[in-house]
């Protein structure tokens, strides 16, 4: 319980250093452009246009809705992530205690650091992540309109229990589970692909004879995380989107979104104009050879 509760204090306060972040990253893969782009140099030093980054995006939240307007949209998330931390604590427990008994009684046991030990772990590890995503969801989608109502100045989503009536109100219950496969899907799949990159990396490439082998290790995991990560950001954007898709927010209806009836229809427009990518890196972002932006209308070049 003791762990549990650090692991919430810990995640609460993770949580609001990194919500700026989250927040401006949203407005981006949401396509909001406010700012024009400037002229500067990309890494051969060559002249280039680019969007504003994460600090210029900041500067313009702030000089509007000031200091405190960069953590629109903290509650929901501090709710869901204090609540996603309680069940899969919860459902990672039973999943270790039903995989001790079923141990006991047939007296097999996979070696630590083996395929089939791992693949047991990162089973555990899916269910209990699943869980958590599927509890937190609604808390989720209600995070995601909160900051999207940057876009049109609407106030439609002021609080964690009247976003919840005003979903309910509109959508019906399924209105608090919209995004929620390609969520899922991007969870399973950088789970998978972490682990099981992080255990060929440390059975074939990593020697046990070396020195400071347990942080090499770490090391590895941690890289073949962002790795999967990258791969799977797509189902992320995908997911956000559908999640204020025609939710009755500027920022979900045209001409910033199409009205996606599924969000396979989403993915699909998303890779034709090659926007699968949109809001992965909020530096160095160069801007597309004339492309169009909803904010203003212009087209660069």
């Keep these: 319980m003791a762990d549990t509760c650090g692991q919430v204090l810990l995640g609460s306060g993770l949580t609001v250093l990194s919500h ?8 981006v893969q949401v396509g909001h452009e406010p700012l024009p782009p400037s002229i500067g140099r990309n890494l051969f030093g060559r002249q ?14 702030i ?14 998330r501090l709710c869901a992530g204090t609540i996603g931390t309680l069940v899969h604590s919860r459902v ?23 395929l089939q030990h791992v693949v047991n772990e990162t089973t555990k590890e899916m269910i209990a992540r699943s869980c958590a995503t599927i509890v ?20 439609k989503y002021s609080g964690v229990f009247d976003s919840i009536v005003t979903v309910y109100k509109n959508e019906g219950v399924l209105g608090f589970f919209v995004g929620l496969i390609p969520r899922l899907l991007g969870d399973v799949l950088s789970l998978w692909i972490c682990n099981m990159l992080a255990h060929l990396v440390n059975t074939y490439a990593i020697d046990d004879s070396m020195s400071h082998t347990g942080e090499i290790k770490n090391c590895s995991q941690a890289v073949t995380g962002f790795f999967a990560s990258m791969l799977t950001y797509p189902f992320v954007l995908v997911s956000n989107l559908m999640a204020v898709n025609n939710c009755g927010l500027a920022g979900g209806l045209p001409p910033y979104a199409s009205i996606y009836p599924t969000w396979v229809d989403c993915w699909r427009h998303l890779s034709l104009e090659g926007n699968m990518s ?24």
């Design 20 to 27: 700026p972040l989250m927040y401006i990253k949203v407005l």
């Design 48 to 61: 280039v246009y680019q969007l504003p980054g994460l600090f210029a995006y900041a500067k313009h939240i």
């Design 63 to 76: 000089k509007i809705d000031g200091k405190a307007g960069l953590f629109n949209g903290l509650a929901p």
């Design 92 to 114: 990672l427990q039973r999943c270790q205690d039903a995989g001790k008994y079923e141990v006991s009684g047939t007296s097999q046991k996979a070696e630590e650091g083996s």
């Design 136 to 155: 937190t969801h609604p808390f989720h989608v209600i995070t995601l309109r909160c900051m999207v109502q940057f876009i049109g100045r609407e106030t």
């Design 278 to 301: 949109r809001g992965n890196s909020l530096f160095f972002r160069k801007l597309p050879v004339g492309k169009t932006y909803a904010t203003d209308q212009k087209r660069f070049f």
